[in-house]
């Protein structure tokens, strides 16, 4: 949405900057003139909006996010900052949902910090305050990306409030930083708005200078001007010196490169927009080099080795200990292809702050976009956004890696808004040219094979939307496809949040149980799966919520969820805890398998307020193998089990004593027809049997399965388990009546 009228983009810039106001409101730190102010409205596009501490709304026809939803979206702010409310009357009078965006509102005292995740581009950015305290009570510098952009904004009469902006920034290292401080007061703030400046990205590092390359090029006698520029890619970086913001500058066509493009460190390449620039070429190699190489490999000053491991009676070792490079660098507007000839196509070796956005890539055969943490370096902040890829990853009998595969340590990644195909079926008998492996993989480097160490830390998959074959080539092609897969790595704080899948998805365990506050954070996505189950849990400290997981029409709904290692032998080596399973639905459709398999022994399991579907008898938990005695406490409360036949709560398997865990809870819970199989020790409280009233029409998860009136059989029928709830009592089920679910799947 683009704005035509410079006198609309003007209006709340030039009442904050009125000298004739009380206080200096908003000056800008340099003034714009009124000619630049009508060259930006004209070209400025919506981008994006927050309601702090909020519900989603729309205001002046643009959506704002909910608080919940912002933070989902890329939204960070330092711990320590309050939230509040206000019933106000705002004045100017305003209309009802912009009212009710400006009586919500966070703040902290000293400095508020908040930071949202962006693609790298120039910004116009507004702010909403409205005075909930008393009459100039606060006074406020803006700072955007540490530039100091207004000085005393907010100085208004109890109940007054202003729209303060457009400031002007330019991002280039994947995150726009706000910073309130207070010169009186605190700060607080009730709405963001952001848009999107100019009609192209521009460069996104200040200070170096543009080579170009173009196909009327010439590496010979091209030195890298608009009017000599290069013919390759390859030439223009190897002349691209590091560290300077440089930028190579990519035209129009197809650039068929002969060899490997080295980009160096903060050297950025863009190219003319992911359906105007493609780049090709690149032979497979088995050290799966990318095309594109962003390689760093800087010694650790002490010389300290990493040491040698046997691995299958093999020696491996020792190994160079390396350092991350910081190299805040972008790529962005082209596409590649592999021509399944290529190993990968975008390689990082050990460099903190890459960003890569609005890229095309397919056909390669280790993987589309490879990071690797090699050396015990560790690797942070990298961004991957708007984005397509597909058909980019080995696949064998023995290993699949992702389209997007991070290897080793990583920190503070953000994947967001992209689509991942990965149809193609390894050819027989298998070489490494076709196939497609799983969506995204992360796991251990090989140094930390014995160490065992490697994390993924802090780190977010978010609206991506996965689409993939229904069998994947391990146990001889019968085994079913992976979308999303942590494979002997930890995690902690990783989020994976409104995304599509029709692939099950499989978070493995490697580090030691110690995340917090969770090692995966899975909600509000949409999994639809044709063969096999949903997720593999097998870790700790996960919380799994607000989901919607559909059966219909799967031909091998064999163990919805759990921990299952094939008749092997456990390899988690300690008690799986701290699992929360919340607020999501479980459409089963005709299928009856066991809901969560468990080899382990497990403790401290929660499984509140979940609506189970099925025209079939299911069971909750099995139970496997000796292995899995011993588990501890479980908590069955605030759920709708609705199926045909009487469900079974636990289940004992293959070579379990059927020892019950030591404590059971089952309570608040409606069952179509009274659960069997519950140990005699079981606590039981506010149980119903019956048919759930439930909306049963329109679209799937919500409202079909939303309660269908305030005084349905399920509504204020909880009991208070600590999570947020509408009315007298928690609703049993996914949904609270009187509360939104939020969105399910795609935003």
């Known amino acids: ?297 800087v010694l650790d000053p002490s010389g300290e080795k990493i040491p040698a491991f046997v691995h299958e009676g093999a020696t491996y070792g020792p190994f160079d200990r390396y350092l991350p490079v910081d190299s805040s660098q972008e790529l962005s507007g082209f596409s590649m292809d592999g021509q399944n000839l290529g190993s990968s196509g975008i390689k990082i070796i050990n460099r903190n702050g890459v960003n890569i956005h609005h890229v095309k890539i397919k056909n390669y055969s280790w993987a589309g976009i490879y990071s690797s943490s090699e050396g015990y370096a560790g690797v942070k902040n990298l961004r991957i956004s708007d984005f397509e890829i597909a058909e980019s990853s080995l696949e064998n009998t023995s290993a699949s890696w992702g389209n997007i595969t991070l290897r080793g340590t990583h920190e503070g990644a953000l994947i967001q808004n992209g689509r991942i195909e990965h149809y193609t079926t390894a050819s027989r008998p298998e070489t490494y040219h076709t196939g497609s492996g799983y969506a995204f993989k992360a796991m251990r480097s090989w140094e930390d094979t014995a160490r065992k160490q490697d994390e993924i830390r802090g780190s977010k998959l978010l609206n991506i939307i996965q689409r993939g074959k229904d069998s994947a080539p391990w146990d001889n092609y019968r085994a079913a496809n992976i979308g999303f897969e942590f494979w002997n790595i930890g995690a902690d704080g990783v989020e994976i949040a409104h995304c599509d899948f029709n692939a099950a998805m499989s978070l493995e365990f490697n580090a030691p149980i110690d995340q917090s506050p969770y090692s995966f954070h899975v909600h509000h996505n949409r999994f639809k799966v044709a063969k096999a189950g949903f997720v593999e849990l097998a870790n700790s400290n996960i919380i799994l919520e607000h989901n919607y997981f559909d059966m219909t029409g799967n031909t091998n709904p064999w163990n919805t969820m759990g921990e299952y290692n094939e008749g092997k032998a456990s390899t988690q080596g300690t008690v799986l805890k701290n699992i929360r399973v919340n607020h999501n639905v479980f459409n089963l459709a005709s299928a009856g398998p066991s809901m969560f398999v468990f080899t382990t022994a497990v403790n401290d399991f929660k499984f509140y307020n979940n609506t189970v579907i099925s025209t079939a008898t299911p069971a909750l938990f099995e139970f496997r193998r000796p292995s899995s005695q011993g588990s501890g406490a479980i908590e069955i409360r605030d759920n709708i089990f609705e199926t045909s036949g009487a469900m079974k709560m636990f289940v004992y398997t293959e070579g379990n004593n059927a020892t019950a865990p030591t404590s059971v809870a089952f309570s608040h819970n409606l069952s179509r027809n009274a659960p069997t199989a519950l140990p005699t020790s079981t606590s039981q409280a506010g149980n119903l049997v019956g048919i759930a009233q439930l909306v049963r029409s329109g679209a799937m998860p919500f409202p079909y399965f939303d309660a269908a009136s305030a005084s349905a059989n399920v509504v204020d029928r909880g009991l208070n388990v600590g999570l947020p709830f509408f009315g007298s009592a928690p609703d049993m089920g996914a949904s609270e009546y009187g509360l939104s679910t939020g969105t399910i799947g795609l935003k």
């Open 1 to 297: 949405m683009k704005r035509t009228a410079a006198l609309v983009f003007l209006a709340s810039t030039l009442s904050a900057c009125d000298p004739s106001t009380s206080a200096p409101v908003g000056t800008p730190a340099s003034p714009d003139t009124s000619e630049q102010f009508r060259a930006l409205a004209e070209s400025e596009t919506f981008y994006k909006a927050i309601n702090f501490a909020g519900s989603a709304v729309t205001i002046e026809g643009r959506p704002f996010l909910s608080f919940a939803e912002a933070k989902a979206q890329g939204l960070s702010i330092p711990s320590g900052y309050s939230e509040a409310q206000s019933s106000l009357s705002p004045s100017p009078a305003t209309d009802a949902t912009t009212g009710v965006m400006l009586n919500s509102a966070i703040w902290q005292g000293g400095t508020l910090k908040i930071a949202q995740t962006v693609p790298s581009a120039s910004y116009g950015v507004y702010l909403y305050i409205l005075e909930n305290h008393q009459t100039n009570y606060r006074s406020l510098d803006v700072s955007l990306e540490g530039q100091t952009v207004a000085q005393g904004v907010g100085t208004l009469a109890k109940g007054e409030w202003k729209k303060y902006g457009p400031y002007t920034v330019q991002v280039s290292d994947g995150t726009l930083n706000l910073d309130l401080s207070a010169r009186s007061g605190d700060p607080h703030l009730m709405g963001l708005a952001l848009f999107t400046l100019g009609t192209s990205t521009p460069p996104p590092s200040s200070g170096g200078r543009v080579y170009y390359v173009a196909l009327n090029g010439n590496d010979s006698t091209g030195d890298g001007t608009q009017a000599k520029p290069y013919r390759t890619i390859a030439r223009a970086a190897d002349v691209a010196p590091a560290n300077a913001g440089h930028t190579i500058q990519v035209g129009a066509g197809t650039f068929d490169e002969t060899r490997q493009i080295q980009l160096k460190e903060k050297v950025n390449l863009i190219g003319a927009g992911a359906d105007a620039t493609l780049i090709r070429g690149g032979q497979f190699d088995w050290n799966g080099h990318g095309l594109i190489q962003l390689e760093s490999k």
